[in-house]
């Protein structure tokens, strides 16, 4: 579980909740109608824009925000390391029988190319690929959640446009128009809330995973392409600790 994920909604949301609760007219922040607008009316944009088969995978896409598997960058190196001695020492076969120890589908088809005889030129074009509709993929997700929200604060602007129309239509009855301007804003403020503290932060958490899964899958190309060509372990990890931060990198460096 991602706590900063949780922690941030929880945050976000209950100190401005908060900060409402302690004033005057917390009844005016409450607004069915407003709700149905901003978020019907989202959803409905959304339908628009995207296919179905894309939406309906949504919530899966949205788990990766607040459930996912912490990366070890390290560990892969040292894997594919010990991979790379393995190979050095007893040749690229060996490494074969590694295969059903290792959980992760993109390194286990890299080695059995490798243990394959497949030309590097192929190996790195196959796994670019893998890589590069993996990467579309979970961009797909980003747009959705920047889409909504897009569409959040428009529509709550549109909320609030109906609701003044509707308070002008009435202006007869001035003890009406102060209710019905904040009832109007109320929509904005739905509006505003969901796109800033929900649908673009969850774009940005799905972007940074993205791009902490396509690093490590990059390592592991690396990785695969030096063990096939017979480097040394040696070279092999001062290659992959290229992928890491200076600081990592030293770490790494002084564990060994």
């Given at each position: 579980?991602?706590?900063?994920?949780?922690?941030?909604?929880?945050?976000?949301?209950?100190?401005?909740?908060?900060?409402?609760?302690?004033?005057?007219?917390?009844?005016?922040?409450?607004?069915?109608?407003?709700?149905?607008?901003?978020?019907?009316?989202?959803?409905?944009?959304?339908?628009?824009?995207?296919?179905?088969?894309?939406?309906?995978?949504?919530?899966?896409?949205?788990?990766?925000?607040?459930?996912?598997?912490?990366?070890?960058?390290?560990?892969?190196?040292?894997?594919?390391?010990?991979?790379?001695?393995?190979?050095?020492?007893?040749?690229?076969?060996?490494?074969?029988?590694?295969?059903?120890?290792?959980?992760?589908?993109?390194?286990?088809?890299?080695?059995?190319?490798?243990?394959?005889?497949?030309?590097p030129e192929?190996?790195?074009?196959?796994?670019?690929?893998?890589?590069?509709?993996?990467?579309?993929?979970?961009?797909?997700?980003?747009?959705?959640?920047?889409?909504?929200?897009?569409?959040?604060?428009?529509?709550?602007?549109?909320?609030?446009?109906?609701?003044?129309i509707q308070?002008?239509?009435?202006?007869?009855?001035?003890?009406?128009?102060?209710?019905?301007?904040?009832?109007?804003?109320?929509?904005?403020?739905?509006?505003?809330?969901?796109?800033?503290?929900?649908?673009?932060?969850?774009?940005?958490?799905?972007?940074?995973?993205?791009?902490?899964?396509?690093?490590?899958?990059?390592?592991?190309?690396?990785?695969?392409?030096?063990?096939?060509?017979?480097?040394?372990?040696?070279?092999?990890?001062?290659?992959?600790?290229?992928?890491?931060?200076?600081?990592?990198?030293?770490?790494?460096?002084?564990?060994?």
């Open positions: 579980m991602d706590i900063a994920t949780i922690v941030g909604i929880i945050a976000g949301f209950g100190l401005i909740m908060g900060s409402i609760a302690v004033g005057e007219g917390v009844m005016f922040f409450i607004s069915a109608s407003s709700m149905g607008i901003v978020f019907g009316g989202t959803l409905g944009a959304t339908l628009i824009n995207f296919p179905l088969k894309d939406l309906l995978s949504v919530s899966k896409v949205l788990s990766k925000a607040f459930f996912s598997t912490p990366l070890s960058y390290t560990e892969t190196i040292e894997k594919l390391v010990s991979l790379a001695e393995l190979a050095r020492r007893e040749g690229i076969l060996a490494i074969e029988r590694e295969l059903e120890n290792i959980d992760d589908e993109f390194l286990r088809s890299g080695i059995q190319y490798a243990v394959d005889g497949t030309e192929y190996i790195r074009t196959i796994m670019e690929s893998d890589l590069s509709n993996l990467l579309d993929r979970h961009k797909l997700g980003q747009n959705i959640f920047e889409a909504m929200g897009t569409y959040a604060p428009a529509l709550g602007m549109i909320g609030t446009l109906i609701g003044l308070m002008l239509s009435a202006l007869d009855d001035p003890a009406s128009i102060g209710a019905g301007m904040a009832t109007a804003l109320v929509t904005t403020l739905y509006g505003a809330l969901a796109a800033n503290l929900f649908f673009i932060p969850v774009a940005g958490k799905l972007e940074h995973r993205s791009k902490e899964e396509a690093l490590q899958k990059e390592l592991v190309l690396e990785g695969i392409l030096s063990i096939q060509s017979g480097d040394n372990h040696r070279f092999v990890r001062e290659k992959l600790l290229t992928f890491l931060s200076p600081s990592n990198r030293q770490k790494m460096r002084e564990s060994v």
